[in-house]
């Protein structure tokens, strides 16, 4: 507790919440001689979500809208965060709760529309377990849209339960597309610190799709076409968005920027 009142009150205030948390963890991980902590539930995760796939598949031949359903279904993963809270709450009743609920900000539309005029899409992944939804997601897209080149980003190394390639590999992600890291161990992207083949693919997609807070907290003041899919989990972003907490967004950067509250 004292080495983090220290770290944090050090921290650059410029940081993004993910930011400043990376080198948090990075004391713990130092302090503590275990370099992912959050490995055993991470693999609990990815089991439990893994259970859920074949129900959301039957369901998904049942929907008019396939790719809305699995644009819901990956968003409610996005409730798997330990960083947020301790007890996350059940997945499963999670997902029948956002499955029945109307995005707070719902570009979907959009977000067809430029999946549909796109050659090439990157996915940044956030959670371990959500990650399983991902890949639901992955194939519904390419599916829908057999003519894409989507790649999926995991994190480059552990960070809180964000997914890391061993992850991608335990839920099948890399049968369903390529997966490659960011190249860094931090809860977001900060581009600049990421890996150059990563870097090639941010720059050369036509759209990014990217999970989860943590990847909104670093990416929202970009000039890329990208899309946010999260779950509003505390009162920073809630306030920002105007979104009651729990609410899933489904946000184009482009579309949304100048139309939030400002924070």
Known sequence: ????????????????????????????????????????????????????????????????????????????????DFG?????????????????????????TLMRRDLKAASRV????????????????????LQEFPHLDLTAAVRGGPAINDALMEDAREVGLDDVCEVITTGMAMAGVKPEMCSPLFMDHFHAADMIIAKGQGNFETLDRRDENIFFLFQVKCACVSNHLGAIEGMPVIWSLREGRGKVNAS
């Open 122 to 141: 990157l996915l940044v992944c956030d959670n371990a377990g959500e990650i399983a939804l991902d890949r639901f997601l992955c194939e519904v897209i």
């Open 84 to 108: 947020a809270r301790a007890d996350p709450g059940d997945l499963e009743d999670n997902l029948a709760r956002i499955l029945e609920a109307e995005p707070f900000i719902d570009h979907g």
């Open 1 to 80: 507790m004292r080495s983090a009142a220290y770290i944090l009150g050090d921290t650059d205030l410029s940081f993004s919440p993910p930011e400043a948390a990376a080198v948090l963890y990075d004391r713990i991980k130092e302090l503590s001689g275990v370099e992912d902590p959050f490995l055993e539930l991470k693999r609990q995760s990815n089991s439990k979500a893994l259970e859920l796939l074949p129900g959301l598949r039957e369901e998904v031949r049942k929907q008019e809208d396939a790719l809305f359903y699995a644009l819901r279904a990956a968003i409610a993963g996005n409730i798997i």
